[in-house]
């Protein structure tokens, strides 16, 4: 096996026993990235020279005996994520040159962890996309087949990951930016409970919805680095001061005790992929195996999600986004005969198509007279929505769905449909109204060999039980294992 296949908990081990060293696992990755970058096109800044810095002074610190589970360990961090000193863009044309001069909290967690950083990983721009084809620099490409999409926002973090261009990465989940790639590449991805994780130093989409969260090659991996992130902040308003257990403790057998729900409006969905609904049928069966029992539960505004988070979403967007003005950070029009020309020309050449629509319909929702009839309603449905999931919870203690209505789409082929390419979200986008936790395992892959996952929900700060359903399928079956012929 190369160095770059292995897991984190695998490397951890070896790097402990001192049968690897980190600069050499780090020199592997680097050469895979080198390899197969060209295809995947997966990352917007490789920071090579600093990571093999940080693997000297990790190999120091496995020497001296003072070493934790991601010392040594190379990592992604998608660019929305602030790292002092290294470029974050968002993937965006108006953050080109933005060079943060401090680190998001989840960065310096990491960083103290002993972790490695490979460098910043592609997205739709600010985040705003289902495919990371809204990238303002280039799209990223399914390692799986080059022809499809990898899913996003954080399509870069998980074609990453699958491609074996890192042991695991960081993306972020406004609406399923998490779960939906790692579904679409095959790979682990935990989008954590609404304020469970710092957002301090990410760059905001959403700011009432957006969640940093983990993307990795199995579950014991993403309970490693949910271990290293997780907590609270006094920088972050919204992080919740609540203990942080172990993660990885229940990394067990054992699911008797476990009753899982079935929402019918996710499992009747009209538009489901016959491939998908094949795939999750197939895991529920293998959990049947495992001694879970199944329960009816019914989420009835579910139907109503996609129309709330997409007022919602973009008013939020509008609010933050309204920054990005040439004056105080990023790229500037130098060219205008006027302050308001200026305002005008760098936020029209800076932002993409999609960055665009999502800023007028925000700021449309937001406007004298239809605050109240779109963003008042569409933040009635969400507390409705909330409802739902508690009265859920009531009868089980995960809720198991599709994570997509598809498998991966092919490159361009809803780049003209933005209705269709929001829909990809209609499974994922509950979870963010309601702020509870969601996990993507593989499961299964369509008639074209494209990857398909299971979508698991728990009730908020309840990612342990995630953790647990999710360990005792992933060794039930063997998806994870497989990788893409690169």
Same mark, same amino acid.
């Given at each position: 096996?190369?160095?770059? &296949?292995?897991?984190?908990?695998?490397?951890?081990?070896?790097?402990?026993? +001192?049968? @690897?060293?980190?600069?050499?696992?780090?020199?592997?990755?680097?050469?895979? @990235?080198?390899?197969?970058?060209?295809?995947?096109?997966?990352?917007?800044?490789?920071?090579?020279?600093?990571?093999?810095?940080?693997?000297?002074?990790?190999?120091?610190?496995?020497?001296?005996?003072?070493?934790?589970?991601?010392?040594? $360990?190379?990592?992604?961090?998608?660019?929305?994520?602030?790292?002092?000193?290294?470029?974050?863009?968002?993937?965006?044309?108006?953050?080109?040159?933005?060079?943060?001069?401090?680190?998001?909290?989840?960065?310096?967690?990491?960083?103290?962890?002993?972790?490695?950083?490979?460098?910043?990983?592609?997205?739709? &721009?600010?985040?705003?996309?289902?495919?990371?084809?809204?990238?303002?620099?280039?799209?990223?490409?399914?390692?799986?087949?080059?022809?499809?999409?990898?899913?996003?926002? !954080?399509?870069?973090?998980?074609?990453?990951?699958?491609?074996?261009?890192?042991?695991?990465?960081?993306?972020?989940?406004?609406?399923? !930016? $998490?779960?939906?790639?790692?579904?679409?590449?095959?790979?682990?991805?935990?989008?954590?409970?609404?304020?469970?994780?710092?957002?301090?130093?990410?760059?905001?989409?959403?700011?009432?919805?957006?969640? @940093?969260?983990?993307?990795?090659?199995?579950?014991?991996?993403?309970?490693?680095?949910?271990?290293?992130?997780?907590?609270?902040? !006094?920088?972050?308003?919204?992080?919740?001061?609540?203990?942080?257990?172990?993660?990885?403790?229940?990394?067990?057998?054992?699911?008797?005790?476990? @009753?899982?729900?079935?929402?019918?409006?996710?499992?009747?969905?009209?538009?489901?992929?016959?491939?998908?609904?094949?795939?999750?049928?197939?895991?529920?069966?293998?959990?049947?195996?495992?001694?879970?029992?199944?329960?009816?539960?019914?989420?009835?505004?579910?139907?109503?999600?996609?129309?709330?988070?997409?007022?919602?979403?973009?008013?939020?967007?509008?609010?933050?986004?309204?920054?990005?003005?040439?004056?105080?950070?990023?790229?500037?029009? +130098?060219?205008?005969?006027?302050?308001? &020309?200026?305002?005008?020309?760098?936020?029209?050449?800076?932002?993409?198509?999609?960055?665009?629509?999502?800023?007028?319909?925000?700021?449309?929702?937001?406007?004298?007279?239809?605050?109240?009839?779109?963003?008042?309603?569409?933040?009635?449905?969400?507390?409705?929505?909330?409802?739902?999931?508690?009265?859920?919870?009531?009868?089980?203690?995960?809720?198991?769905?599709?994570?997509?209505?598809?498998?991966?789409?092919?490159?361009?082929?809803?780049?003209?449909?933005?209705?269709?390419?929001?829909?990809?979200?209609?499974?994922?986008?509950?979870?963010?109204?309601?702020?509870?936790?969601?996990?993507?395992?593989?499961?299964?892959?369509?008639? +074209?060999?494209?990857?398909?996952?299971?979508?698991?929900?728990?009730?908020?700060?309840?990612?342990?039980?995630?953790?647990?359903?999710?360990?005792?399928? &992933?060794?039930?079956?063997?998806?994870?294992? +497989?990788?893409?012929?690169?």
């Amino acid at each position: 096996m190369n160095l770059y &296949e292995l897991t984190i908990h695998e490397a951890h081990r070896l790097l402990q026993e +001192k049968r @690897i060293s980190a600069v050499e696992l780090t020199r592997s990755v680097l050469g895979r @990235i080198e390899a197969v970058e060209g295809r995947v096109d997966a990352y917007l800044t490789i920071a090579a020279e600093k990571a093999l810095e940080q693997a000297m002074a990790a190999d120091k610190l496995i020497g001296a005996g003072d070493s934790r589970p991601l010392t040594g $360990i190379p990592l992604a961090v998608k660019d929305v994520i602030c790292t002092r000193g290294l470029r974050t863009t968002c993937a965006s044309k108006i953050l080109a040159n933005f060079v943060p001069p401090y680190d998001a909290t989840v960065s310096e967690k990491l960083q103290k962890a002993g972790a490695i950083f490979l460098g910043k990983v592609n997205m739709d &721009e600010f985040a705003m996309g289902s495919s990371t084809e809204n990238s303002g620099f280039k799209p990223t490409r399914n390692p799986w087949n080059p022809d499809y999409v990898p899913g996003g926002s !954080s399509g870069g973090s998980a074609a990453a990951v699958a491609a074996d261009m890192c042991l695991g990465a960081l993306g972020s989940d406004t609406g399923g !930016s $998490i779960r939906q790639p790692a579904s679409h590449c095959g790979v682990v991805g935990l989008k954590p409970t609404y304020g469970r994780v710092s957002r301090y130093g990410l760059v905001a989409y959403a700011s009432s919805l957006d969640q @940093i969260g983990p993307i990795t090659k199995d579950v014991t991996d993403c309970a490693l680095l949910m271990n290293a992130i997780a907590g609270h902040d !006094s920088k972050d308003s919204t992080s919740v001061p609540r203990e942080v257990p172990d993660y990885s403790r229940n990394l067990k057998n054992g699911l008797d005790d476990i @009753i899982v729900g079935l929402p019918r409006e996710y499992h009747d969905s009209g538009g489901l992929d016959p491939d998908v609904a094949r795939a999750v049928d197939n895991a529920k069966a293998v959990l049947k195996d495992l001694g879970v029992r199944f329960t009816d539960v019914s989420l009835p505004h579910t139907p109503y999600a996609v129309a709330a988070y997409y007022v919602i979403a973009p008013a939020e967007a509008s609010s933050n986004l309204a920054r990005y003005d040439g004056v105080r950070f990023g790229v500037r029009d +130098k060219s205008s005969d006027s302050l308001q &020309e200026m305002f005008r020309r760098t936020r029209s050449g800076g932002f993409g198509a999609e960055v665009k629509r999502r800023i007028i319909l925000g700021t449309y929702a937001l406007s004298a007279g239809y605050y109240d009839a779109y963003y008042g309603k569409a933040s009635q449905v969400r507390t409705l929505i909330m409802e739902d999931f508690k009265k859920a919870f009531e009868a089980c203690h995960v809720l198991l769905s599709p994570v997509a209505p598809t498998p991966a789409f092919k490159i361009g082929e809803n780049t003209d449909d933005p209705l269709t390419m929001y829909l990809s979200d209609i499974f994922t986008i509950p979870a963010n109204l309601a702020g509870i936790p969601g996990m993507s395992i593989p499961c299964g892959f369509s008639s +074209k060999g494209l990857p398909i996952g299971l979508q698991l929900m728990a009730r908020h700060f309840d990612e342990d039980t995630l953790f647990k359903v999710g360990y005792n399928f &992933e060794q039930a079956s063997d998806f994870h294992d +497989k990788k893409p012929m690169l």
